[in-house]
């Protein structure tokens, strides 16, 4: 079955502290696997994607499949990083497969 | 702005009406996704239609229809509105419908049966 699972619902940071978002999938496959951010009261926006390994917003996420796991992580956290973050399976037909989200919060 | 825009933004409605939620993708995308999100169950895919085509469904209700029109506007289409139906609704669109193609979200249609 494919599935995304982001263990936690919320993680809570103080400005400046490293931060790691959690994301294991299961997909018997090659997978595509993407980081989508939802700022409040905004649209989902994509944040970065496993193939392009690049960094966004000083994001990184590093897809590792032996654990099949995407943790998305950032090595000093700003407010403006407060956000839900999704993480997110190509499950074929370029459907999207969902984990249940991540709310950042970062503290000042 | 994605380009992806949803129509209405707010819709409320009682218990056993229908309504409709449009969506019209980017400028030259040929794939939409519809997804639902609610509190307890997250972002859910409810289905996508390529270029006039059904190519993939996700967890949508029976009572739940779409379909991609030739302009390749989508609707989305709940009948027998139930109160867990109360969610946002959100539509998507790529160019290709398939592979490592970036995805383009609407705002969503907030649906609340009351």
């Known amino acids: 079955a494919q599935r995304v699972t982001q263990p936690e619902k919320l993680l809570s940071v103080f400005k400046g502290a490293p931060v790691e978002l959690k994301c294991n999938y299961s997909y018997s496959g090659s997978p595509e696997l993407f980081w989508y951010v939802q700022y409040s009261r905004q649209r989902l926006q994509l944040l970065l994607r496993h193939i392009s390994r690049e960094s966004i917003k000083g994001f990184t996420a590093d897809l590792n499949k032996g654990e099949t796991s995407f943790h998305l992580k950032k090595p000093f956290a700003q407010e403006e990083d407060s956000a839900m973050y999704y993480c997110?399976?190509?499950?074929?037909?370029?459907?999207?497969?969902f984990g249940a989200g991540t709310r950042l919060a970062v503290h000042p | 702005d994605s380009g992806v825009t949803q129509t209405p933004k707010h819709l409320i409605t009682a218990t056993g009406q229908r309504v409709t939620l449009r969506c019209s993708p980017r400028s030259g995308d040929l794939s939409v996704y519809w997804y639902q999100q609610s509190l307890d169950q997250g972002l859910q895919f409810l289905i996508q239609y390529y270029n006039g085509e059904e190519r993939a469904k996700g967890n949508i209700l029976e009572r739940f229809s779409a379909q991609q029109f030739p302009d390749l506007h989508s609707e989305l289409n709940l009948s027998s509105l139930e109160l867990g139906d109360s969610a946002l609704y959100f539509c998507?669109?790529?160019?290709?419908?398939?592979?490592?193609?970036?995805?383009?979200f609407g705002q969503g249609t907030r649906l609340t049966v009351v």
């Open positions: 997110a399976l190509s499950g074929g037909y370029n459907k999207l497969i």
């Open positions: 998507a669109s790529s160019a290709t419908p398939t592979g490592n193609t970036e995805a383009f």
